[in-house]
Structure formats: C-alpha cells, structure tokens
C-alpha cells in the first residue's frame, strides 16, 4: 500500500494538525471523500473506537473510499490514522454541556425529536450486533458461566447499567451471582472463588477499576469473560471470550442499547444451559 495518494504528504503528527489540513483540502475532494472528510469533522470522538467498516457506514461510502480519504489525508491506511486518535482520545470526547450544546445546534432539542432519534440509534445498534455478533464467542461465554459456581459481575459507571440489569435477571432465574461495586475502595476479590466466572462490561476509554479486578482475577486462574464496544478492548489477552456490542450514538449520547440486548441473551443463554444440567 501507498503512504499517500500523494508520496510527497507527510501524516499529521497531531488530530490538531489533522483538521488544519482537512480545512485545506476538503473543497478539494472528490464527492465520496468529501463525505467522508464531513463525518470525521462531525464525530472526531468516534475514530478511536470504530472500525472502518463502522465509520464508512456513517459516512455512506464503502471501506475502501474511507481508506482513500485516510491516504489523502497523508497516512497509510486506516490503522495509522486511528492510532494518532487514540493518543488523544480523552481530549476529544465531549463533555456533557457539548453534547447538549450539540444536540441543540442539531435541532435535537424538542422531546419528541429527542425520543425518535434515540429510537433509530437504538435500531442501528441492534442491526449492527446482529450483523456483527461473535456466535463462537457467545457460545463460549455463555458455556463457562453455565459451568461457573457463582458468576461474578463488574462494570462501572456506564457498564453498571449492564450487570445491574443482569445481575437482576440471573438472580431470577435462581443462577448464583454477585454485582461487584468497588464501593470504599474494597477490591473483592476474594468473593471470587475456584470454580467461579468473571463478566467484566467496560466500554472506552475503560474503567480502570473494572480492568485491574478483571486482569488479577484471570492471574488467579479466574476465567473472565469481557463485554465492550470495541474489539481492541484492554482486556482482550486475559478474555477466555470477548463480545463486541457497538452502540450508534446521537449528538455524543449513547443508549446501551445493544449491550443491553448481548447481556441479556448471555443470562438467559446461562440459565438454559444451567437448567438443562439439572
């Protein structure tokens, strides 16, 4: 592969000194570029944690247009590109008076509008995790947990949403389960027995809590079974399985829309699987 559509252009050494460079090239691209170049400008935030696929769809142009506009931007390829923004990632996730400020530049701002674009964000995720789902993955997840004495849950923040509802929902179904919180700074671990699994719902830029009791439980022989929305997720070497559940975002808000829906089709797969043995 080429450095660049044109060898002489050096790649940006910053995001900074990427869009200066976007605002001297963008009424020079073609049409599919030119998307491209408007649907990084409006969600510099997501590049981080998406795949090409992922931001080529948000743009409306196939892959290899999304890799075309990277070369003209200066880089090799996608890879390289996303790398310079997940040095710098934190600086260019919005804060929540942004996204507000955002959503009302969008015209976003009335309920109902609010309501049906969440609506429609809600169904692109569910479409995408279909499309996109592990089924090996699944199966082997849902396979350890079955076998697991007691099934440990930790997510924070965000991911609480997640292994709360979970955790309910095991508790129902007569599966034995614990929802580690970190209250107080108490770690936990040695909740987490022999013979017991960890589910660990961390989502970027990750919790740092859920990573450390996640990694020490898997040095213990804990297997430990991840949930995020990217596959570069930190816990991918310790993951007896990693789930992927992507979530399309309106104005920088995002509804767990699909990890919700994974969490609950692993509990409900567990309990089948627990039931049947019985």
Known sequence: ????????????????????????????????????????????????????????????????????????????????????FRAEYREFRPDYSERLSQLRRGGDDSPASLAASFAEAGHKSLVNLVNTLDHRALARAAEILADAGTIHLVGLRRAFAIVSSMGYLLDKMTVPAVVHRTFGQIESDHAIRSGDALLAVTFAPYSPETLELAIRAAERGIPVIALSDTAECPLRDVAEALLVAREMEVGAFRVPTAALTLATSLAVAVAQRRESRD
């Open 1 to 84: 592969m080429t450095r660049s559509l044109d060898p002489a252009i050096q790649a940006p050494e910053s995001v900074s000194e990427l869009l200066e460079r976007l605002d001297r090239i963008a009424g020079t691209l073609p049409k599919r570029l030119g998307q491209c170049a408007d649907f990084l400008r409006h969600n510099i935030h997501l590049v981080a944690v998406s795949t090409v696929a992922d931001l080529s769809a948000g743009a409306g142009v196939q892959p290899s247009a999304f890799m075309r506009f990277c070369q003209a931007l200066g880089f090799s390829g996608f890879s390289e590109m996303q790398a310079l």
